[in-house]
């Protein structure tokens, strides 16, 4: 016997309803921070923080003197302005091929980034030098002891996080120190920030010599890191007789840990996760 149509409309507001609360819960579900959901879980997906500490990362207050570079505040990894000691977060572990994922805001005019494929990172000295100049000297002549105050320069290379409209490197140098750019080499194929204040999602996939940056879900940097854009863009910065050319041309190193940069301003990342590749 044929259903009454009255019944019909309703039927359907009640299928529609399943389906938004389903549609509530999966959001919910993929909302939550610093959690791995469990299809993340079954796709190989491992968190790289927990929100609470330093597990997975090498712990600046553990270090001789303390780094002060980075705190953890509100369930994120926060770059705080102005530091004593300017220098990265670093992960404890090393890693060759992998697909990272993290969350991110920029401080008004605020500038960082994320790097990997590091070669080496030094402490370099404050002297009235030019900076490229500071960094070979340092790396000819590393310092034995962790200084009390300075900078610890990361050689490797960067996805770039700022504020586009009015930090000065990336107003005035060009797209290819703009954010999700892989720095100084390759500029991202549009613009897919949200506006500073507001949450990021990036992902960095490396296989290989092969890199691609996603922002907000766009690819917008694929290339490679054995491009000639390499080598030109660390001989116009460095000069070839620079042990950073050598470094950043040849990769010698292919495990290296990721760090999150302290570039002096506030930076926010959570929801830092990993997946190995190789």
């Known amino acids: 016997m044929p259903e009454p149509r009255h019944n019909l409309p309703m039927r359907k507001w009640f299928g529609l309803a399943a389906l938004a609360a389903a549609m509530v819960m999966a959001q919910a579900a993929r909302a939550a921070d610093n959690q791995l959901t469990p299809g993340e879980k079954s796709a190989g997906w491992r968190l790289l923080f927990d929100g609470r500490t330093y597990a997975g990362w090498r712990d600046p207050t553990k270090l001789h003197p303390p780094g002060d570079s980075f705190i953890i505040e509100d369930g994120c990894l926060k770059a705080v302005h102005n530091p004593r000691i300017v220098e990265d977060l670093f992960t404890s572990e090393e890693f060759g091929d992998f697909e990272l994922g993290f969350d991110w805001k920029i401080s008004p005019a605020g500038n960082s980034g994320v790097k990997y494929r590091i070669q080496d990172h030094i402490f370099i000295p404050e002297v009235r030098e030019r900076f490229e100049d500071r960094v070979k000297a340092a790396l000819l ?8 105050k300075g900078q610890d320069y990361v050689i490797g290379f960067e996805y770039q996080l700022t504020d586009d409209v009015t930090n000065p490197d990336a107003r005035f140098n060009g797209p290819k120190h703009q954010t999700a750019a892989l720095y100084d080499v390759a500029a991202p194929s549009k613009d ?7 949450f990021n999602h990036s992902v960095i996939v490396v296989k ?3 890199v691609k940056h996603y922002l907000n879900g766009e690819v917008v940097v694929e290339t490679s890191l054995k491009s000639p854009d390499v080598a030109a863009s660390m001989e116009k910065r460095w000069g070839k007789d620079s042990p950073v050319y050598g470094l950043l041309v040849n990769q010698p190193r292919a495990r290296c840990p990721i760090s999150l940069q302290n570039h002096g301003d506030e930076a926010w990342f959570k929801n830092v996760k990993i997946r190995i590749l190789e």
């Open 141 to 148: 002549a590393p310092r034995a002891a962790r200084p009390d």
């Open 192 to 198: 897919a920030t949200r506006p500073v204040g507001e």
């Open 208 to 210: 290989g010599e092969r």
